[in-house]
């Protein structure tokens, strides 16, 4: 290296306190200048030497390699809520196939995906003559179901009504709110009243919708799953949600100290299409029920294996040749077709292609099989729950707890709106 050439090195590469943006500035002029060169420009300084080009290129690869990268802090972001689901069964001691497949079923899935809360409507129970002991035993079974079924306590609250007080007291704020002639309207209370014997008809029969708006409306719930036999309360309860921000929200809300706009958040139904009506096994055009008055109707879950295949042997079947859906003139066809297709977990087609051509008698054995299957884990999985009574409670205070505190903050809202005194 000549004298020029190493002056210049020293110059612009070396001492260990040199910045790289010196070295990069150093290089890109003598680069120019050996543009200039090229092109016949005249300069007074001669051509650098391409040892140095090399030492200083080397120089600058390595101090850029060892400088530290700038570490990057992304912004702040607000963690996005996960939409809210709420959903509750009455208790019976003997959850059937409808329950399951037509709700708890899609709980399961839905738990992933949404914030969930769960409960046993003891409430909604006593709105029709009851045995108190049955009561009590079956609103544990119930929950101990909702367990064996899959309902993930780490995902899901699961509790119990009356265990949260805000269900009536909510209740009876809408009630204020609510026309009687709504109530009137509802297409269960006049078939439950009629059955009931119209003026015998307890008041909580007309009332109950009320109660089902407060729990759905008192979570601020997003989405509530339903069956098509439960949309009209669904309804109901949006109307209700309408009504009373109309009423109490809005600036009026806040000139008595509250944040103002919307009191309720207005909830949309979750209509699975697969399994959300399960139908009477004795009757296809009939939905499976707990009321109906012969236990042949339904398959309930805990069912033992020959109670399942002699309830499917002699349920409800037609005279036609072969297996389709959707023909409505084969409702029993329609209906146990789709109970195979979920417990099996086939799709449509894979169930249509598999019983377009059987018998009744080729396809009964088959389903039986499939429905025990499906169930026998659940079955082991209650019993497990069922002999641990401590921690069966546990659940249950947990889940009150976490559903009061949300709903704790709806009820002061709503009364701060409607002028009580707080």
């Not at 009561?135 to 079974?141: C, G, I, P, W």
């Not at 899959?150 to 704020?173: N, T």
């Not at 919708?209 to 069956?227: N, R, T």
């Not at 389709?324 to 292609?353: F, W």
Request: proline share 5%; glycine share 6%; with cysteine.
């Amino acid at each position: 290296m000549d004298s020029e050439t190493a002056i210049r090195f020293e110059h612009f590469g070396s001492g260990e306190g040199r910045h790289r943006h010196g070295l990069t500035l150093s290089l890109s002029r003598v680069i120019r200048k050996r543009e200039k060169l090229k092109n016949g420009a005249r300069d007074s300084l001669s051509l650098p030497h391409p040892l140095f080009l090399q030492v200083l290129s080397s120089r600058l690869q390595h101090q850029i390699s060892q400088t530290p990268k700038p570490s990057f802090s992304p912004p702040n972001q607000t963690k996005i809520p996960m939409k809210r689901v709420v959903s509750g069964v009455q208790p019976t001691g003997s959850i059937h196939l409808g329950n399951y497949l037509g709700a708890i079923k899609n709980w399961v899935a839905l738990q992933d995906t949404y914030e969930t809360l769960f409960f046993i409507v003891d409430l909604h129970a006593i709105t029709l003559p009851y045995d108190p002991q049955e009561l009590r035993k079956a609103t544990r079974d119930t929950a101990a179901l909702y367990l064996a079924c899959g309902v993930d306590i780490s995902k899901a609250s699961v509790f119990v009504q009356s265990h949260v007080r805000a269900h009536v007291d909510l209740m009876w704020l809408l009630s204020s709110s609510t026309p009687i002639g709504w109530l009137q309207k509802m297409t269960q209370f006049k078939e439950k009243s009629r059955k009931e014997g119209g003026e015998n008809a307890s008041v909580s029969l007309l009332t109950y919708p009320v109660l089902m708006a407060a729990d759905i409306l008192l979570y601020k719930s997003d989405f509530v799953p339903v069956g098509e036999d439960q949309k009209q309360h669904l309804e109901l309860a949006r109307d209700l949600a309408q009504r009373v921000n109309n009423l109490y929200g809005g600036r009026k809300w806040k000139k008595l100290g509250g944040r103002g706009g919307s009191i309720f958040k207005i909830p949309e139904p979750l209509i699975p299409q697969v399994g959300a009506r399960v139908m009477s096994l004795t009757d296809g055009r009939s939905k499976m029920s707990k009321s109906a008055p012969s236990d042949q109707s339904r398959i309930n879950l805990l069912d033992s294996k020959d109670l399942i295949a002699d309830k499917i042997k002699r349920c409800k079947t037609d005279s036609f040749v072969g297996l389709e859906y959707d023909n409505a003139e084969r409702p029993e066809c329609n209906n146990l077709l789709s109970v195979y297709q979920i417990v099996s977990g086939k799709t449509k087609d894979e169930v249509m292609e598999e019983c377009k051509d059987m018998s009744w008698g080729t396809f009964k054995p088959l389903l039986t099989d499939a429905v025990v299957e499906h169930l026998s884990p659940i079955q082991v999985r209650y019993q497990e729950i069922t002999a641990e009574s401590a921690y069966l409670d546990k659940v249950l205070t947990e889940g009150a707890d976490k559903a009061t505190e949300i709903a704790e903050v709806t009820i002061r809202n709503l009364k701060q709106a409607m002028g009580f005194y707080i």
